[in-house]
Nanobody
Framework: QLQLVESGGGLVQAGGSLRLSCAASGRTLNNYVMGWFRQPPSKEREFVAAISRDGVRKAYTDSEKGRFTISRDNVKNTVYLQVNTLKSEDTAVYYC????????????????????WGQGTQVTVSS
């Protein structure tokens, strides 16, 4: 069973940056496509970014292109999400997720494509 644990969230001032981490255990992470989602207060969870198994292909939500960078280190069994120029609208619980599928496609914007989820890490941006 794959287990995912997010970290790196916290209270940050607007304009600042954060790097979120998602550490995996129980299985080798390079067998999974990985994604990041977030759930703002009183809103539904939404797709943020996804990365292929080998880290070559990446996909981002159109609204946040340029501020978010997803990456992975399969040796460390960890996936990262770098968020720059934070805005109050970025306040949310951030979740990482893993999919057993072989490749990254546009379907990986959908929650249903992911098989494992972490508990989430809270990011709060103060203005």
């Amino acid at each position: 069973q794959l287990q995912l644990v997010e970290s790196g969230g916290g209270l940050v001032q607007a304009g600042g940056s954060l790097r979120l981490s998602c550490a995996a255990s129980g299985r080798t992470l390079n067998n999974y496509v990985m994604g990041w989602f977030r759930q703002p207060p009183s809103k539904e969870r939404e797709f943020v970014a996804a990365i292929s198994r080998d880290g070559v292909r990446k996909a981002y939500t159109d609204s946040e292109k340029g501020r978010f960078t997803i990456s992975r280190d399969n040796v460390k069994n960890t996936v990262y999400l770098q968020v720059n120029t934070l805005k109050s609208e970025d306040t949310a619980v951030y979740y990482c997720a893993a999919s057993r599928a072989s490749f990254l496609s546009s379907q990986f914007r959908r929650e249903s494509q992911y098989d494992y989820w972490g508990q989430g890490t809270q990011v709060t941006v103060s203005s």
